[in-house]
């Protein structure tokens, strides 16, 4: 009988208010080590809000973070990484001027005699890339990559940092089939790494394909937690939207 893996990450009673509303409000979250989590829901529905809290872009008002079971307080984006959770945003947060390298290591060069040593930056940034199975020269200006290149190159920065939790946020918006098809390898390698990745896209054939595991945000409150394989795609529509199955149902059932 196999036993099911405690969270990597727990998120307990999570609220966000801006004034009188409620971003969030008692949202639970649980990520499990080597799994690929689907936030969805529809716009407003919470899923940016609870990203900002969990990589330490914004304070919860009321709730925990627990990663490994321990207590977390995030002032910011950095805290977070600090202690293992990163996040490749849909608009690659990179120099297109720089290298492969230099991107991969920006903020966190490594030095000798007090000055950058590009060498070691080159061999962490091949040692990055090769984990991921990209063959990059790190040498190479990002600009004169494809995008979908420069997104691999954003996971290998964040995965630089012996990374737990990866979120990627909308991360095939740009992408065309071929380039999908790559960065899902990426992200099934990441998984037999064990690390738990987030993955928020607005593509159900793609949340089906890559997702174990979906939570449902609607109105910033939480609708539940499914196993994808369990879930049709007709019935997770209707708890996104919140309306009647018969009403969806010219959507089409999952295969």
Do not use: W
């Not at 196999?2 to 969270?7: D, F, I, K, L």
């Not at 990589?55 to 202690?83: H, K, N, W, Y």
């Not at 959770?85 to 920006?106: F, G, H, K």
């Not at 940092?161 to 990627?168: D, F, G, W």
Request: aromatic content about 4%; glycine content about 8%; proline content about 4%.
């Amino acid at each position: 009988m196999s036993t099911v893996a405690p969270p990597l990450l727990e998120v307990r009673g999570a609220t966000v208010r801006f004034g009188v509303e409620s971003a969030l409000a008692d949202v639970d979250f649980r990520l499990r080590p080597g799994e690929v989590h689907s936030l969805m829901g529809e716009n407003g529905a919470g899923k940016s809000t609870l990203i900002k809290a969990i990589t330490g872009a914004l304070r919860l008002d009321q709730g925990e973070i627990l990663l490994d079971g321990r207590a977390m307080q995030f002032s910011t984006p950095a805290d977070a990484q600090a202690v293992g959770i990163s996040t490749v945003y849909q608009e690659i947060d990179l120099l297109p001027n720089l290298t492969v390298a230099e991107n991969i290591s920006l903020g966190r060069e490594p030095r000798r005699f007090g000055m950058i040593d590009h060498r070691a930056m080159r061999d962490r940034a091949a040692e990055a890339l090769a984990s991921l199975g990209v063959d990059v020269d790190p040498s190479s200006v990002l600009s004169t990559h494809p995008l979908a290149i420069q997104q691999l190159v954003a996971i290998a920065r964040a995965v630089s940092i012996e990374v737990k939790v990866l979120v990627l946020d909308e991360p095939t918006s740009s992408l065309d089939a071929d380039e999908v098809a790559e960065l899902f390898r990426v992200i099934r390698d990441l998984k037999t790494q064990g690390i738990a990745i987030v993955f928020v896209s607005h593509f159900l054939d793609q949340v089906y394909e890559i997702c174990d595991r979906v939570t449902v945000l609607r109105g910033g409150r939480l609708v539940g937690e499914y196993g994808t394989r369990e879930l049709l795609r007709i019935d997770l529509v209707e708890k996104m939207l919140g309306a009647a199955a018969d009403a969806l149902a010219p959507l089409g059932q999952r295969s």
